[in-house]
């Protein structure tokens, strides 16, 4: 029930204010369920007025983990817009639904204007969602220069880590460079909602190192 799932909300919202270790705020259940559909844009809303309320909190939402036939047409245009627009997520989940948004350039350029980053999770949008680097809009995000990183979904279930993602990423997108990997693991680092700058600086400066080591060995 909705009040349910505000009741949550509120709770999860004031937990990360008081916890440093609580880093952000997400939603957990599929996107296509039936109750998720039903009420998306009702919490979306939601997510406005927590944000409003707490907003030292950062969101992080799965938004158009969706694909033609999993869903029925209509519930394919305007999740990825509301999640970014009206929930106000610093960082959206898989995406992969961005060509089937409604006036999709525009939306991509309110996602550059914000900051918005794109978190790619594509042996599962492979697996669950049928999608193949052919229809999967990995080049879209990054040419567009909307911040990518890398993730892994269902690690256990796809028996995956960020190595086979990295690995099967460079198979089916071969005129990715190395330079684009780079940029891929520094933005998981620079874009993360890890606390603190020092601490920040101090990964950054590290994979600096590392990729240095890499490039010359």
């Known amino acids: 029930p909705p009040i349910q799932v505000l009741t949550q909300m509120i709770n999860s919202f004031e937990a990360a204010k008081e916890d440093t270790l609580l880093v952000g705020i997400n939603m957990v259940a599929p996107e296509h369920h039936p109750m ?3 009420d998306y844009r009702l919490h979306m809303r939601m997510f406005q007025y927590c944000a409003k309320t707490w907003p030292n909190v ?15 047409p209509e519930n394919l245009h305007f ?15 898989h995406g992969t639904a961005l060509a089937f948004e409604q006036d999709v350039l525009s939306l991509i350029e309110r996602m550059k204007d914000k900051k918005t980053i794109v978190e790619i999770n594509y042996l599962s949008n492979r697996f669950i969602l049928g999608s193949t680097h052919e229809n999967h809009p990995l080049y879209l995000y990054h040419k567009a220069k909307i911040p990518i990183v890398i993730c892994t979904d269902d690690a256990g279930v796809l028996r995956t880590d960020h190595n086979g993602e ?5 198979l089916d997108f071969p005129s990715l460079t190395y330079t ?3 940029e891929f693991a520094f933005n998981s680092i620079y874009h993360s909602f890890i606390k603190g ?13 590392d990729f240095t080591y890499f490039e010359h060995h």
């Open 79 to 93: 999740h990825i817009q509301e999640a970014v627009d009206i929930a106000g997520a610093k960082r959206i989940g």
């Open 180 to 182: 684009d990997f780079k």
């Open 197 to 209: 700058v020092e601490v920040r600086t101090r990964l950054l400066q590290k994979l600096q190192r």
């Open 166 to 170: 990295f690995i099967q990423i460079a």
């Open 58 to 72: 950062l969101v992080s939402l799965h938004a158009g983990e969706l694909s033609e036939g999993l869903v029925s």
């Open 36 to 38: 998720a559909l039903r």
